[in-house]
């Protein structure tokens, strides 16, 4: 079963505006990490934010993390067209043997130039 | 350095036939995963491997998947007397092996069991 749920499945906006997902979870985790994937092949990582963390930037992306509420979001801002892709939140549990990842069911973006 | 490398990319087999997939990690990357992914079930864990060892194979579906690993660096996924549900594109990852690292993933295999 899926550890983490998306939220919306899928998003359309348009280039130069900003796209935010959202990402939860149901038991504790060490960390937290956000993927990529485009066409429906090999995942891109993105960021990984751990259990200690709150915020973590990196370029145009923001990752949250509210372990009180077991959930995260990822913000893209000034969107471009290159970032229509599938948005994956994957978390590594606490009690998981080698941080094995469970996967949320993603977010579809697509970035209309 | 490279990336993680999977071959073949794609494989069309018929029902009933074994199957191999290979994935070669980082070079240097201790720990290596299997995962899948399907229209119906998203992307799900299969097993991982830390060196050689596979302390966690919680995720393989049934006895007719396995996977081994040598020499602590490639690995191959085996499965045998394929069903059409184990069409699916199956994804390989590294890392480095602590805790807190991130996974690099390769470009997947894509498996149709007609």
């Given at each position: 079963?899926?550890?983490?749920?998306?939220d919306?499945q899928?998003?359309?906006?348009?280039?130069g505006?900003?796209?935010?997902?959202?990402?939860?979870?149901?038991?504790?985790?060490?960390?937290?990490?956000?993927?990529?994937?485009?066409?429906?092949?090999?995942l891109?990582h993105?960021?990984?934010?751990?259990?200690?963390?709150?915020?973590?930037?990196?370029?145009?992306?923001?990752?949250?993390?509210?372990?009180?509420?077991?959930?995260?979001?990822?913000?893209?801002?000034?969107?471009?067209?290159?970032?229509?892709?599938?948005?994956f939140?994957?978390?590594?549990?606490?009690?998981?043997?080698?941080?094995?990842?469970?996967?949320g069911?993603?977010?579809?973006?697509?970035?209309?130039p | 350095?490279?990336?993680?490398?999977q071959?073949?990319?794609?494989?069309?087999t018929?029902?009933?036939?074994?199957?191999?997939?290979?994935?070669?990690p980082?070079?240097?990357h201790?720990?290596?995963y299997?995962?899948?992914?399907?229209?119906g079930q998203?992307?799900?864990?299969?097993?991982?491997?830390?060196g050689?060892?596979?302390?966690?194979k919680?995720?393989?579906?049934s006895?007719?998947?396995?996977?081994?690993?040598?020499?602590?660096?490639?690995?191959?996924?085996?499965?045998?007397?394929?069903?059409?549900?184990?069409?699916?594109?199956?994804l390989?990852?590294?890392?480095?092996?602590?805790?807190?690292?991130?996974?690099?993933?390769?470009?997947?295999?894509?498996?149709?069991?007609?």
């Amino acid at each position: 079963s899926q550890q983490g749920e998306e939220d919306p499945q899928a998003l359309s906006i348009q280039e130069g505006e900003n796209a935010t997902m959202n990402c939860s979870y149901k038991t504790s985790i060490n960390n937290l990490q956000w993927y990529r994937q485009n066409s429906g092949r090999g995942l891109v990582h993105l960021i990984l934010i751990r259990s200690n963390e709150r915020e973590k930037h990196s370029g145009r992306l923001r990752v949250t993390l509210d372990t009180s509420k077991k959930s995260s979001s990822l913000l893209i801002t000034a969107s471009r067209a290159a970032d229509t892709a599938s948005y994956f939140c994957a978390t590594a549990l606490i009690k998981a043997a080698g941080n094995k990842l469970t996967f949320g069911g993603g977010t579809r973006v697509l970035v209309k130039p | 350095g490279a990336g993680v490398s999977q071959s073949p990319s794609n494989k069309v087999t018929e029902k009933g036939k074994d199957v191999e997939l290979r994935c070669d990690p980082i070079s240097g990357h201790t720990a290596l995963y299997w995962y899948r992914q399907s229209l119906g079930q998203g992307l799900e864990f299969l097993i991982y491997f830390q060196g050689n060892s596979a302390p966690d194979k919680s995720g393989l579906p049934s006895d007719r998947f396995s996977a081994e690993r040598t020499g602590g660096s490639v690995s191959t996924l085996t499965i045998q007397r394929t069903q059409q549900e184990d069409s699916a594109v199956y994804l390989c990852a590294s890392s480095a092996g602590a805790a807190y690292n991130e996974q690099f993933f390769g470009p997947g295999t894509r498996l149709t069991v007609l």
